[in-house]
């Protein structure tokens, strides 16, 4: 199955080389370790890479450093309600996005200027077990102007499901991971 005109955002939390070289041209990644401080150096290793490969890089709650490191743009996570970012003089192309999994946390995105929404978690997972669903899902994207990406529990039984949503991208972490996923 493929998916024209879909967009792909794949998370990662370190610099795997043979990972990243395998996924399509329509993929970005978005960097996001929690657990670690921030390395300017690996970021700047990851950069030079997708920009030889291509691919678009994001920088995960760091708006000011996605900045000053020059990359694609950056990842506001649900947790992150912060505005100060509004401030900065940003380029054209530089592009925030944000997550969010209720009508409140679309609000506080769309106060920060996101230009794509992550609604999630869609489906059932390990580690979500209580998920929004189809039906919440568009009822949650029916209630803002900004475009959607579906994020959470997407999987090879689950991945059809996604084409009655009409969502900007497909974003993932263990997405990508499925060898039979060809086409990502």
Known sequence: MHFKNIKFFCYINSFDLNFISNLSKNT?????????????NLILKIKN??????????????????????????????????????????????????????????REKEKQNVKLIFISPLFYSKKNTSFLGIYRFLKLKKQTLVK?????????????K?????????AGINLFNDKKLKYL
């Not at 970005?28 to 300017?40: A, C, G, L, T, V």
């Not at 920088?59 to 450093?65: A, D, P, T």
Request: charged share 25%; glycine share 6%; proline share 2%.
């Open 148 to 160: 959607t990406v579906c994020l959470g529990g997407i999987n090879l039984n689950n991945i059809k």
């Open 28 to 40: 970005s990644i978005i960097y996001r370790n929690y657990k670690n401080p921030i390395d300017e």
């Open 49 to 106: 890479f997708c920009k030889k490969k291509g691919i678009k890089f994001y920088l995960s709650n760091n708006v000011k450093l996605a900045i000053k490191l020059d990359l694609d743009g950056a990842y506001l996570p649900a947790f992150n309600k912060n505005t100060e970012h509004n401030t900065y003089k940003m380029k054209k192309r530089f592009m925030l996005m944000g997550s969010a999994h209720n009508l409140r946390e679309i």
């Open 162 to 170: 996604i084409k009655l949503l009409n969502v900007s991208a497909i």
